[in-house]
C-alpha cells in the first residue's frame, strides 16, 4: 500500500492544480469542427462570380491587343522557332505580363475558321487570321474543358495576384474555374460541327512560355476565348 501513496498524492496535487488554472477546456463535436473548417475554405465559384462580369470581361475588352499586331511584330524562323530575348522586346512593347518567364497577352482579332478538332475533349479551332500570313498557326481553344495548366486568362487581366490568396491551391482554383466559365459560357453555346468557313471575332488571352528556353517553339499559339462572335 505505501508505494502507491507517492502516486496517489502526485495524482492529488495535479489534480488540484488544473482545478485552480484560470481557464477551462471545451470539448467541441467533430461535427462542428468540420464545418468551422468547411467554412473557412475558398469558394473559387464564388470568387469568380463577383469578378467574371465586372472585372475580366471588361478588362479583357478594353486592353486586348489586336493579335496579328503581336504575331507580325515577332520574328519566327521557317521551322517555326523564335529567339526569347526577341519575344521579351515584342513582350515590353505590347503590353504583355510576364509571370514564371511566361508571356501573357490579352489579345482580339477577327479570321475564318478553317479547321475544327473536336476529337480531344481540350478542342480547338484553327483560324486564318485577318491580315496575318506569317507561319505561326492560330487556334483557340473549343473545349468542352480546358487543360488545367493553362493559366492565361487568370495571368493576363493583371489584377488577380498570387499574393491574395491564402496559398497556391487556392491561386490554382481560380484559374481552374475561369476555364470552367469560358468552357460553359463562351464555348458550349458554339455550333461546333458547322463552324468551319465561318469568319468570327474573339477576345481573349493567350500565353508565350519561355522558361529555360532560348529557341522557342511558336508553331501555334493558342489563346482562351472569354468572348466569341460568329459572323452570319
Known amino acids: 500500500m505505501k508505494r502507491y501513496i507517492p502516486w496517489l498524492i502526485g495524482f492529488l496535487l495535479l489534480a488540484a492544480f488544473l482545478i485552480a488554472l484560470p481557464f477551462s477546456i471545451t470539448i467541441v463535436p467533430i461535427e462542428q469542427v468540420e464545418a468551422m473548417q468547411q467554412s473557412e475554405e475558398f469558394d473559387a465559384v464564388a470568387y469568380v462570380d463577383g469578378i467574371w462580369q465586372s472585372q475580366i470581361l471588361p ?3 478594353e486592353n486586348a491587343v489586336d493579335l496579328q499586331t503581336i504575331l507580325s511584330a515577332i520574328q519566327v524562323d521557317d521551322k517555326g522557332i523564335a529567339q526569347k530575348g526577341q519575344l521579351t522586346e515584342v513582350a515590353t512593347e505590347y503590353g ?3 509571370v514564371g518567364e511566361a508571356h501573357v497577352y490579352l489579345v482580339k482579332g477577327r479570321g475564318t475558321v478553317t479547321a475544327v478538332d473536336t476529337e480531344s ?24 474543358r480546358i487543360p488545367s495548366d493553362v493559366t492565361a486568362v487568370r495571368d493576363a487581366v493583371g489584377f488577380i495576384q498570387f499574393g ?3 496559398e497556391q491551391t487556392e491561386y490554382g482554383k481560380v484559374a481552374k474555374e475561369i476555364n470552367t466559365r469560358v468552357a ?19 477576345y481573349g488571352a493567350t500565353s508565350i512560355r ?12 493558342v489563346v482562351v476565348p472569354v468572348q466569341i462572335s460568329v459572323m452570319e
Open 184 to 202: 460553359t459560357e463562351v464555348l458550349e453555346p458554339l455550333d461546333k460541327q458547322n463552324l468551319v468557313g465561318k469568319q468570327l471575332e474573339f
Open 59 to 61: 478588362t479583357v475588352l
Open 121 to 144: 475533349r481540350a478542342g480547338s479551332m484553327t483560324l486564318a487570321l485577318d491580315d496575318y500570313s506569317g507561319p505561326v498557326a492560330v487556334k483557340l481553344y473549343l473545349g468542352p
Open 96 to 98: 504583355s505580363i510576364t
Open 164 to 166: 491574395d490568396f491564402r
Open 210 to 221: 519561355t522558361f529555360n528556353l532560348v529557341n522557342v517553339d511558336l508553331s501555334e499559339i
